[in-house]
């Protein structure tokens, strides 16, 4: 059975995301700093922001043939404001998927799929907004992308996807789509066949500008 790991998928577009995965067959294990998932999932408890936690969290994963690097974090600030914020962002959004990429791409087969949840604020062509660093940390999360696309093992595929607006406690209430809109993109990508795409950004399973 092809196994995924999903981080953040305790809630929101990740909880969404591990469902979908789970409910078209896969083993899915949740990655959270709780230790918290929907049910029919596996949990494991891990804090993108520790190393220690990430690797015992690593050990207890073992092998896994999708990883979806979704958790994220966005402040209401300007760039500028705190310098802790911005260090937590590029922990969670860039250091931690680097990690996890590094130590679980080299044990995928051809079936391999990696899902990086960015974010159109992340995209140059689209303007670099949002809060605090968070387009800093998804612009360096996709330019992340498209290198490990090129590095990784034969055959794994590596992608950026962007949810779009979506009503969870950072997108707030007011956004236009629901949880399982935004997921649906991310699980495509991460059940693609062998001749899928690699090293793309997409919104709505079609292709958008970095």
Sequence with gaps: MTRALVTGGNRGIGQAIAEGLRDRGLDVIVASRDGTGPDGCATVT?????????DAALAQVGHVDV???NAGVLWDEGLWDDLAHFDVTMAVMVRAPFRLMRALLPGMGQAGRVVNVSSGWGSFAEGLG??????????????????AASQGPRGVKVNAMCPGWVRTRMGGPGATRTPEDGADTAIWLATLP?????????????????
Excluded: C, H
């Design 46 to 54: 891990m804090d993108l922001q520790d190393d220690t936690s990430m």
């Design 67 to 69: 990883l979806v690097n």
């Design 130 to 147: 949002g809060g605090g660093a968070y387009a800093v940390g998804k612009a360096a999360l996709n330019a992340l992308t498209v290198r």
């Design 194 to 210: 062998d001749n899928g795409p690699t090293g793309g950004f997409f919104r709505d399973r079609r292709p958008i500008e970095w």
